[in-house]
């Protein structure tokens, strides 16, 4: 960090006042707001040299061909630390949220989701465009051992471990066939490979790229597929068919577009891209052992129960197989669980009290700002109420656990009462400041404690961290 601390004041000639760190959404990477005078940049800890350089030298390029991304300023002498360009905190998954959470988009959502297809065609071919390929990291292509690697991912990860019985020499051949249509028409053109909301950035109502350092040469029907059919998004068909026609409608502006044609080759690869997200959940869920990770599964299974209206008949095996798979019991049977739910919030006051979606109103706000606060000393502001650091400070201070003593007594009570009347939900929160390290700990901790004590559902919200998860 005192690295990072010395790219900027190299770079600006100014004092680092004040550091923050942001949500790095499960990445290695690490990225930090660095303030100082009236400059604000976001610095970036890597840990891999080839993927630092992949991104620096993407965004350098996609700058010079006016694609909108973050300038970097400095990059340190070892490669592993660059300092960037700060795009703010609007970013698309956040600004849409309303959407995903009730499956109805406004007017303004779409228009957002939208403008956001439209520019995809631009970093795919502009971004293509005197591209040296070799910077790319890990992979220059998307290519036929890229394929199978997913594909087995979703056999080993996920297939195997719903106990669904399938014949594995017939669907290996079936996995040969859809890896050979796949890699039919590569393109000369940019694969960002994770284009998804979380990766989007609105600055002045427009969108802005961040997390391209996967990107490599492939088809553009990948990252469509990526966007539009991404598991949670709940996206409505309407909705879906106006961003593919939105991107269509801005494509031909790059090549020649045979609408019937593509719609065709974008279908096998929302297919792959499916199968491809239900291995990751597996491997996370089943393996990792993260519930939250199989909350997601009936999604992406609703996803395919759709493909699979029209039947792959090119791949009679897989289509078999996945429709057997799209009606197990124990994946219709998810949503009916009945407990009580407890959502646990940790946020900043200065950003507004958590809305409760749930309908039910009530519940709890504590504030925590009567506790001692770390992020008022420099050394701490680096950490959050996740790190060891800041939970040593919090209960050797000793302040929290008196507090968090009478939260649990009133909680509890409150959980064995709804249980007993057979309520559905309960909402509490936890405020400091800048919803960084007292609230974050003290969510963590209700958490936990409920968690031991009750068969109930737990999730788990720190809003300012950008960080969602069930217990």
Request: glycine letters at 8%; hydrophobic letters at 35%.
């Amino acid at each position: 960090m005192d690295k990072l601390k010395d790219l900027f004041e190299s770079y600006t000639g100014q004092k680092v006042t004040d550091a923050e760190e942001l949500n790095s959404s499960g990445s290695n990477r690490r990225y930090f707001r660095l303030k100082g005078g009236n400059i604000s940049l976001v610095g970036v800890i890597g840990t891999n040299r080839e993927e630092n350089n992949a991104f620096v030298q993407l965004s350098r390029h996609f700058l010079e061909k006016g694609i909108n991304v973050p300038k970097v300023f400095a990059v340190a002498s070892d490669g592993m630390r660059y300092i960037q360009e700060d795009l703010g905190d609007d970013q698309l998954y956040k600004m849409v949220s309303q959407g995903r959470e009730s499956g109805e988009y406004s007017s303004y959502e779409c228009r957002l989701l939208c403008r956001t297809m439209e520019m995809l065609p631009k970093i795919q071919f502009k971004g293509a465009s005197g591209l040296d390929w070799s910077v790319c990291y890990p992979e220059p292509a998307f290519n036929e051992r890229m394929v199978m690697f997913d594909l087995n991912y979703f056999k080993y990860c996920f297939l195997k471990a719903t106990g669904l019985d399938f014949n594995e020499v017939r669907l290996q051949d079936d996995f040969e066939k859809l890896k050979d249509d796949l890699m039919e028409d590569m393109g000369d053109t940019f694969m960002y490979r994770d284009f998804q909301a979380r990766n989007v950035m609105i600055k002045d109502g427009e969108p802005y790229f961040i997390d391209f350092q996967g990107g490599r040469r492939g088809p553009v029907y990948y990252d469509v597929a990526s966007f539009i059919w991404q598991a949670r998004s709940r996206y409505p068909e309407k909705l879906r068919k106006e961003m593919v026609q939105t991107y269509l409608t801005a494509l031909k502006g790059y090549m020649q577009v045979d609408e019937a044609y593509f719609n065709e080759r974008l279908r096998l690869f929302v297919l792959f891209r499916t199968l491809q997200v239900l291995g990751a959940y597996g491997f996370r869920g089943y393996f990792e052992k993260k519930p939250h990770f199989l909350a997601s599964v009936p999604f992406a299974l609703s996803n395919l129960r759709r493909l699979l209206q029209t039947p792959f008949t090119a791949y009679p095996y897989l289509n078999e197989v996945l429709t057997n798979l799209t009606t197990m019991a124990q994946f219709n049977n998810i949503a009916e669980d009945k407990r009580l739910e407890v959502s646990i919030f940790s946020f900043a006051y200065k950003k507004g009290i958590p809305v409760d979606n749930s309908g039910n109103g009530g519940g709890y706000v504590f504030d925590c700002r009567s506790i001692n606060n770390p992020g008022k000393y420099e050394h701490y502001r680096q950490f959050t109420g996740l790190d060891p650091e800041v939970i040593k400070f919090l209960e050797d201070d000793g302040e929290v656990t008196h507090f968090l003593d009478r939260v649990f007594f009133l909680v509890d009570n409150h959980v064995k009462c709804f249980i007993e009347r057979k309520f559905s939900h309960l909402q509490v929160c936890f405020g400091c400041t800048g919803g960084q390290h007292r609230s974050v700990y003290c969510a963590e901790h209700l958490a936990t404690h409920l968690s031991e004590k009750f068969d109930i559902k737990i999730t788990v919200t720190h809003r300012e961290l950008d960080i969602e998860k069930i217990l």
